[in-house]
């Protein structure tokens, strides 16, 4: 009897064990998923802070000459159109530049090296230095065209940068992660374009020496870029995302004329959501170049601005876009763009804050007010370039964004070209009325848009992606 007893009790003395080896397991395997994800992290806030100070690093690199710039092409006799030809004839190198560039940005051919962005960061570097080196040494118009053609063509480190800060992020990253990140890289052109003219006119006086500061700072960015976590990518995300694409070029007829006008080399560029997006900054785009050609003369002639006014104010909106880059967009985000309703709303409000916030700062004439509106537009614009950097960065594969981040760049390039002309043709139908009237109908246009379609066209599909 008690043999028999001790038979029916061993089975269940062994499940304790048996159970306790299943829960050890699970344990072991869950530490290591913690251990994992914790270096991933770690190995993304690396990423996020190289990236920012190498781009920050370029900017002031770039932005330190630029007062020399305009001086040395007014010794040469630059006039009006000459600096309208350089001005359209480098925006139209940026548009080729910018989607060929971010096209082959997403290439895995050079992933045995570290990547392709990081290869195509390193040519912008190089870009840069060249045109340091021809401008700061040019002594004829024709040296000074020859100067901006590297830099114009291979200069995308921040369309680039962009994309590589995609790819750092879990594909379940939120809109504000993106947000902050993306944030941050805005912050880093603001304080630069503060920061490299403030230095150059105050300790660099000669073109050569600002030329050798800058150069400076593309070592250290060029350190950066080089201390960058790699990425690695997977197939099967990028297969998922091919047939996500192919799904989406098959199920809106409704937009297909459009697609046609788009290359196929860019495949995410023809989905609606990029479509959408494109459209906006393209709106957005040809309303400041617009409104530039009528507030540039009225900063001039209403206000009397010279050289420490314009400092100024320049000044003070590459600070207050830096603060909105670098905070607000990410604080405005969390607190009243969670949803995506919320970020339509916001969007909404921005539309209405570039628009009437520049039909205000035309018809006052105190100072104090222009800069309390421009604080309040430039605050506007900070957030509207976040939301939809982080929703374009869900809206295709992280391995696909380089080109489709290049095509968004270029159309900004195609506002900066048909722009100008558009306010000088609307200027000569009225001075001032043409052009304001232009502008207000074009954020029209992205408040439009983005009421009728943000959130059933872009948060939809970035949902689908991730």
Same mark, same amino acid.
């Given at each position: 009897g008690n043999k028999e007893k001790t038979r029916m009790c061993a089975p269940t003395s062994a499940e304790p064990s048996i159970s306790t080896k299943s829960d050890a397991g699970t344990t072991s395997s869950s530490d290591s998923e913690i251990i994992s994800s914790a270096a991933a992290s770690s190995k993304s806030h690396r990423g996020f802070l190289y990236g920012t100070i190498s781009l920050a690093s370029v900017v002031t690199a770039g932005s330190v000459t630029m007062g020399h710039y305009q001086s040395r092409r007014n010794e040469l006799g630059c006039d009006a159109m000459c600096v309208g030809s350089m001005t359209s004839a480098r925006s139209t190198l940026t548009l080729v530049g910018a989607t060929i560039i971010g096209r082959w940005s997403d290439s895995k051919a050079f992933d045995h090296i570290g990547g392709a962005r990081r290869l195509f960061l390193f040519l912008g570097i190089l870009a840069l230095a060249l045109d340091l080196f021809f401008s700061s040494t040019a002594t004829t118009l024709a040296g000074l065209w020859m100067s901006m053609i590297p830099s114009a063509l291979f200069q995308q480190n921040f369309n680039v940068l962009k994309a590589l800060f995609g790819?750092?992020?879990?594909?379940? &990253?939120? /809109?504000? #992660?993106?947000?902050?990140?993306?944030?941050?890289? @805005?912050?880093?052109?603001? !304080?630069?374009?503060?920061?490299?003219? !403030?230095?150059?006119?105050?300790?660099?006086?000669?073109? #050569? &020496? &600002?030329?050798?500061f800058g150069a400076a700072c593309l070592v250290i960015g060029t350190i950066f870029i080089w201390l960058l976590p790699a990425v690695k990518r997977s197939k099967e995300t990028n297969e998922n995302a091919e047939n996500?694409?192919?799904?989406?070029?098959?199920?809106?007829?409704?937009? @297909?004329?459009?697609?046609?006008?788009?290359? #196929? !080399?860019?495949?995410?560029? $023809?989905?609606? &959501?990029?479509?959408?997006?494109?459209?906006?900054?393209?709106?957005?785009?040809?309303?400041?170049?617009?409104?530039?050609?009528?507030?540039?003369?009225a900063l001039r002639e209403r206000f009397e601005f010279g050289p420490t006014e314009y400092s100024r104010y320049f000044g003070f909106i590459?600070?207050?876009?830096?603060?909105?880059?670098?905070? !607000?967009?990410?604080?405005?985000?969390?607190?009243?763009?969670?949803? #995506?309703? @919320? $970020?339509?709303?916001?969007l909404l409000l921005c539309a209405l804050a570039l628009g009437g916030g520049r039909l205000f700062a035309y018809q006052t004439h105190s100072l104090? /007010?222009?800069?309390?509106?421009f604080g309040a537009i430039v605050t506007a614009l900070g957030v509207v370039n976040t939301i939809f950097t982080a929703d374009t960065s869900k809206i295709a594969d992280p391995q696909d964004l380089g080109g489709l981040f290049g095509v968004l760049a270029s159309v900004e390039s195609i506002a900066g070209i048909a722009g100008p002309v558009l306010g000088g043709a609307l200027a000569k139908v009225h001075p001032v009325q043409g052009p304001l009237i232009a502008v207000l109908f074009l954020y029209g246009v992205v408040f439009t848009l983005v009421y009728w379609g943000y959130e059933h066209i872009v948060c939809r599909s970035s949902k689908g992606l991730a």
């Open positions: 790819e750092y992020h879990e594909p379940s &990253a939120s /809109a504000a #992660d993106r947000a902050g990140s993306v944030g941050k890289l @805005g912050m880093a052109v603001g !304080l630069a374009f503060m920061v490299g003219p !403030l230095v150059s006119s105050t300790l660099l006086k000669s073109y #050569d &020496a &600002a030329a050798l996500k694409i192919k799904e989406e070029s098959t199920s809106k007829p409704s937009t @297909g004329m459009f697609r046609g006008l788009l290359p #196929d !080399l860019v495949p995410a560029a $023809r989905t609606p &959501a990029a479509i959408f997006i494109a459209t906006a900054r393209l709106c957005m785009g040809l309303a400041f170049h617009i409104f530039q050609t009528i507030w540039t003369v590459g600070l207050t876009f830096a603060v909105s880059q670098g905070f !607000l967009a990410k604080f405005i985000i969390q607190r009243f763009a969670k949803t #995506d309703r @919320g $970020r339509s709303r916001v104090t /007010a222009v800069f309390c509106l």
